[in-house]
């Protein structure tokens, strides 16, 4: 009988120590408001902005451009016609091309950015997570239903503002 109530007794201690402390963070919502992630954004937006400002600009040039041609279809000569077009054609292609790198490259930017916010982001999880004796972070798009008080998010990113204000760019 001592046996049997001491390994009721040593079981249920091991299932006391056998809990696990889990908890979760969304990741995408410390990227939009933490004030690095927030630095970013303006700094990508910015960028956007300009962008758009210049080649809406040099759309509206095209634009005109076609319209005189079409206008003046019935005047020039089918050769000179032929030319013009093919050099419209050409502006056209190299509009699109550089536009397309310039959204390339303002992706490029916004990924090697996040990627730097990651990196500094990493440590501050662990250093919370040993701190508070977390067994398992998981991130948040893959909770269905979790309970408010085991999301960490806020903590988290209290912590990266207190460390980090501002990306260099």
Known sequence: MKTIIFFLILFNISTFNLKAEIVYIDINFILRTSEVGKSLNTYIDKIKN????????IENQLLNKEKLLIAQQN???ENEFKKRLAELTT????YRSKKKVAFDELNKIKLDKTKEI???LNPIITEYVDLNSISLVIPKKNIIVGKKNLDITNQI?????????????
């Open 75 to 77: 005047i020039i000569n």
């Open 91 to 94: 502006e056209v292609q190299e």
């Open 118 to 120: 990651l990196k500094i």
């Open 157 to 169: 990113i209290k912590r990266l503002n207190d460390n980090t204000k501002k990306l260099n760019y």
């Open 50 to 57: 300009e962008d758009l400002v210049k080649y809406k600009e």
